[in-house]
């Protein structure tokens, strides 16, 4: 069963540039999860989705950034005219659904994105 | 809302020394506790959880109990390895979270730990 996937593994955008960053999760788990690694920094959670749904977006700033997660496909998380303060590692982790609800659940994270905006 | 300190690092050990990362939380209800390790350019794995009060996780020799009455979860190794060098991160999951942020993990800073031959 592989892990979870995330490509690209580096990205490098130019300030106004958008990013698109992906995520499959792995096999038969139905949920995901964004967080930000800024460096020197522990991870701060973005926004948590389920097929077709976003469930809890409140880590994600106002502006410029969205998610989705379709009923095929990979998840996406894209930001819009990006700055250089978004750069930074992207980490997408997926979790199966089983009973007890998502405090129950594993969260199994991908290798992540880097994103280094110039 | 929901938080966890850890102990300053970095983190510099010989190897087969002793090791305690220190973690405490806040959280009111009952969260679930869990130790994360990255290792340089990759992703985060699970290292070990505990998901009730008194419950203790271990894995790889590492090991760590969850003390509701201190609200720590104290990662500890009796003896340390070089392939050990990694950055640790302490999360929870839960307690106070409310609704439907039950699923999202709140982490610490993280410590970096590097093993000396």
């Known amino acids: 069963n592989a892990g979870v996937m995330q490509n690209p593994r580096h990205l490098v955008r130019r300030r106004g540039q958008e990013a698109r960053l992906r995520c499959s999760p792995m096999?038969?788990?139905?949920?995901v999860y964004w967080y930000r690694q800024l460096p020197e920094e522990g991870l701060k959670f973005m926004v948590y989705l389920q097929k077709e749904n976003i469930i809890d977006e409140s880590g994600m700033p106002k502006e410029r950034f969205s998610a989705e997660f379709p009923k095929e496909g990979p998840s996406i998380l894209r930001i819009q005219q990006v700055v250089r303060g978004d750069s930074a590692a992207y980490f997408c982790a997926s979790s199966p659904r089983i009973s007890g609800g998502p405090v129950r659940e594993t969260q199994y994270f991908g290798p992540g994105t880097r994103l280094l905006v110039l | 809302g929901n938080s966890v300190t850890q102990m300053e690092g970095p983190v510099t050990l010989s190897e087969e020394a002793f090791l305690t990362i220190n973690c405490t939380y806040t959280?009111?209800?009952?969260?679930?506790l869990f130790w994360y390790v990255q290792y340089p350019g990759e992703g985060l794995q699970l290292l070990l959880k505990?998901?009730?009060?008194?419950d203790k996780g271990s894995n790889k020799g590492f090991e760590a109990t969850y003390r509701k009455e201190t609200t720590s979860f104290h990662l500890e190794k009796g003896s340390v390895q070089v392939s050990d060098s990694a950055v640790y991160f302490c999360?929870?999951?839960?307690?106070?979270?409310?609704?439907?942020?039950?699923?999202?993990?709140?982490f610490g800073q993280g410590t970096i730990l590097t093993v000396h031959p």
């Open positions: 505990a998901t009730k009060a008194d």
């Open positions: 999360a929870l999951k839960g307690g106070n979270a409310g609704g439907t942020s039950y699923g999202k993990l709140t």
């Open positions: 959280a009111t209800g009952y969260p679930s």
């Open positions: 096999k038969g788990h139905s949920h």
